[in-house]
């Protein structure tokens, strides 16, 4: 009798969010069946697992070493079958490219690449002490990050750079105040869900605008 699947019931915002987190922090086994994601932030974690109504342990990673982690691990075919189908793949940090996104759900799904792989940074200018912000997405795959380049200016219509970092062998998607306030204000709205503190962040971001002027990162 063959085995019955199992069925995710997710949808909306909280599976294209969990997409976006699976593209930064997490990975495809190769028993085409098995998804992991991984996070320091263990309450995180069971947040993320009740939200999505998995029923999946959050365990420890790395045991006993100094970067101990935490994990959620997803035993599905049909949901790893549906993550290929969009564009993710085993070992995809060097060799992710356009991945299948709904337009209606590309802000969830930036959410939660940011959450993963993503940082929102504040600090004050030396010279005129204004405060300042940045947002960036770290990526392996030059490829991926070109083509997230291109759809943030699409879907959100803020320009970002894209840096190289040869030390770490990583390309880095930059945005700076004005265009991260315009991401944090889309991506991180009222009632979401994602990682607390990028959320707090992202408030804190969208929500400081003394002395700012128009830029040209900004298309709308």
């Known amino acids: 009798m063959p085995h019955k699947r199992k069925e995710l019931k997710i949808e909306g915002p909280n599976l294209w969010y969990l997409v976006g987190l699976i593209t ?3 990975s495809l086994s190769s028993d085409g069946r098995h998804i992991d994601i991984t996070s320091k932030d263990r309450g995180f974690l069971i947040a993320l697992k009740e939200q999505s109504g998995l029923i999946n342990k959050v365990c420890v ?10 994990r959620i691990q997803i035993a599905n075919r049909d ?11 085993q070992n995809k940090s ?6 299948k996104i ?9 959410r939660g690449l940011i959450d993963g792989d993503g940082s929102i940074r504040r600090w004050v200018h030396p010279s005129n002490k204004r405060e300042q912000w940045s947002l960036r997405i ?9 083509w997230l380049d291109n759809a943030v200016e699409t879907f959100i219509k803020v320009k970002g750079k894209i840096h190289k970092d040869t030390s770490r062998n990583i390309c880095v998607l930059k945005y700076g105040k004005m265009a991260a306030r315009e991401i944090s204000q889309k991506c991180y709205y009222k009632g979401c869900f ?6 707090e962040l992202a408030k804190g971001c969208h929500s400081s605008y003394m002395g700012w002027k128009q830029s040209k990162t900004v298309l709308s």
């Open 79 to 89: 949901f790893y079958d549906f993550l290929l189908s969009i564009g993710l793949m």
């Open 102 to 110: 709904p337009n209606q759900y590309f802000v969830d799904f930036l």
């Open 61 to 70: 990673k790395n045991r006993g070493k100094q970067h101990q982690a935490y």
């Open 138 to 146: 770290y990526s392996g795959s030059e490829t991926f990050v070109k």
């Open 24 to 26: 930064s922090d997490g």
């Open 94 to 99: 060097l060799i992710l490219g356009a991945l």
């Open 194 to 199: 994602g990682l607390e503190r990028k959320i």
